[in-house]
């Protein structure tokens, strides 16, 4: 009876499990590597990804980005992971870099 309840308040233990990456797929662009890393959310995934960039002195830096929407298809969220990333490169392009931080999401 418990578990009923906690299904269905949103409380099992199956989605704790649930969001996990996705395979993705990657993508040069404009200096940078895009890589679409969508999130498995049940039977869903969420459009997530990274921005990297080698940098002169050596070392790579990682920006995160994870949005809200969901697909039903991982393609889809593949596909839409690697344009969000071209746009972000575009519109920041100068500033996404441009701070100390190694890692950090956008």
Do not use: H, W
Not at 35 to 50: D, H, K, M, V, Y
Not at 70 to 89: C, T
Request: hydrophobic share 40%.
């Amino acid at each position: 009876m418990a578990s009923f309840f906690s299904k269905l308040f949103g409380r099992s233990r199956g989605s704790e499990t649930e969001a996990e990456p996705a395979a993705g797929k990657t993508e040069n662009y404009a200096d940078c590597l895009i890589r679409a890393t969508p999130i498995r959310e049940g039977a869903q995934f969420r459009l997530a990804g990274s921005i990297e960039k080698a940098m002169p002195d050596g070392a790579t830096k990682t920006r995160n980005f994870i949005r809200a929407d969901l697909f039903s298809s991982e393609q889809d969220a593949i596909d839409s992971a690697l344009r969000k990333g071209r746009q972000i490169v575009d519109e920041q392009r100068a500033a996404l870099f441009a701070d100390e931080a190694q890692t950090r999401s956008v």
